[in-house]
Every structure is written in C-alpha cells, then in structure tokens.
C-alpha cells in the first residue's frame, strides 16, 4: 500500500520570469486554481493523504495556501458565501501536508533525496509540482495498481514525437502488455539516435526506498545536477524497474505553450462560461485567419 507521496516543487521557474519572481511557479494558476492544487488533489483522489512539499527559498505562498485563513474565512462567512467558505476549509483539510526545504536547486533527484527522512523504509509516490494530469482515473492511481502487481518501482511514460526526445528522459526495454513495460534503459534527453524508443517519462513515479541509496551513488550529469534518470540506471542494477503508458493527458506548466493550452482546455470544461469562451476563441481565429 502507498501511503506517502512527495512533490517536489523547489525550481526557480525561470521560464516564467518576471511572474515568478515573486510567487512560485507552482502557484500560477489554471483559471482560479493554483497548479500545485491540481497535483496535490490527485494524490489525495490516488487514496494518499500524507504529503510532503520539498519546497525552496520564495516558496512561502504554498505552505500559505494549504494553511488556514481564519480572518478570509470570517469575512466569507459574513457574506454568507457558503460556497467558498466549504472551499477554503476543504484547502487546509484535504491532506496532512509537510514541508522541507532544499537548500540549493541541485537536480529532482537532489529534491527527491531530502524526502529520505519522511518516508522511511516503504515505497511511495512522486508527483511533479509543476505537471497536471488530465484522466478519468488518477494517473497515481493507475501506477500504484501497477505496483502493487509488479512489487517494485513504476514509472509513467506518454509517447512522444521523435523529433522531440532531447526534451526529456526517454526509455526502453521489453513490453509487457499495451500499457507495460519492463525496462533495460533510462536516458535523460538522449539524442534523436541514441533514444532507445520514444516513450517520455512523464512526471509521476512509484518508487521503492532503494532509490535513496542509488541517488547518493549518482554523480552530476546534464545540467551540473543530480538527475533522477541517472540514479534510476544505478537502481536498475539492483531492482526491475517498470514504465507504466499512462491513461490521460499530461499538461506541463512549466512550459509556456503548454501552459496558455492547458488554461484554453480546462477553461472549456467550466460549465459557467464556457459557451460565451468558445463564441470568442472562434470570433477571434476568424479574425486572425481573415488578416
């Protein structure tokens, strides 16, 4: 059973500079609702309640978040608006969330490592601060069944274009089923020749505690840091380690692109306005494509 899951929200989001400089990247929001709401409601969807947060130095407004707002909550309650009231107390109670700081940006798996403490001796589940995940079952939940049948670590993976695979950690190995495979290689944003296949790790994992001891043999690698993929080759060496080809829609908010695209997505699922929004996305593409 996993019980645990860490997010590891520590980067600098550099890519969405000037908006990050003074709030974190995690706490952008799609519409109303901060991107780190999204990743910790899947954990808690995935039946896991006690989360870690490895936070970094700017990070405040998360613990704030997920804290209570007495004085907001007495205001809402004033105006009889139940509604957000329920909300906002829902936010400080829907998990026991925990916190710790990495002292320097050094790699996820850097990240990861500071969770050694909290999750002790048992397996549990990474969800990256800054990735959604749009499916009818959560994808931490679709690994965890996958775990409890292999025993051992899972990672998600989508499929990617070819051309695209420097961009992330890609892997490899011996399908097991359609969504299955046992895996034999792991490279982090190999070249298009050098790719074992053109499945993408995709920013969920179940991992067993054993990931501790690989991430302390790990040596910087791409980008001077200490990268998961990499400790994930060492691990390999000790434990079989499965890709799981995950159900859904990944959205990465640390992208620009993908951001304004998941905002457009999400914003057509609110029955509130999404009428009135589609009348104005096709008004202004007729616009553009009559110039």
Known sequence: MIRKAVIPAAGLGTRFLPATKSQPKEMLPIIDTPTIQYVVQEAVDS???????????GK????????????????????????????????????????VRQRETNGLGDAIYYAKQHVGNEPFAVLLGDTI????????QQLI?????????VIAVETVPREKVNRYGIVGGTALS?????????????????APSTLAIAGRYILSPEIFTAIEQTGKGKGGEIQLTDAFQIL????????????GERHDIGNKLDFLKTTVKFALKRKEFSAPFLKFLRATLAEYEGK
Do not use: C
């Open 47 to 57: 039946g896991i309640e006690d989360i870690l947060i490895i936070t970094g130095r």
């Open 60 to 99: 405040r407004a998360i613990e704030d978040h997920f804290d209570r707002n007495v004085e907001l909550e007495a205001k809402l309650e004033e105006k009889q608006d139940e509604l957000l009231w329920n909300e906002m107390r829902r936010l400080s109670d829907m998990a026991n969330i925990h916190y």
């Open 133 to 140: 995940m749009d499916s009818v079952i959560p994808v931490t």
């Open 145 to 153: 069944d996958t775990y409890e049948q292999y025993q051992s670590t």
């Open 178 to 194: 359609d969504t299955i495979m046992q895996l034999d290689a792991l490279i982090e944003k190999p070249s298009i020749e050098a």
């Open 236 to 247: 390999l060496r000790r434990e079989s380690i499965y890709a799981h080809r995950i159900e």
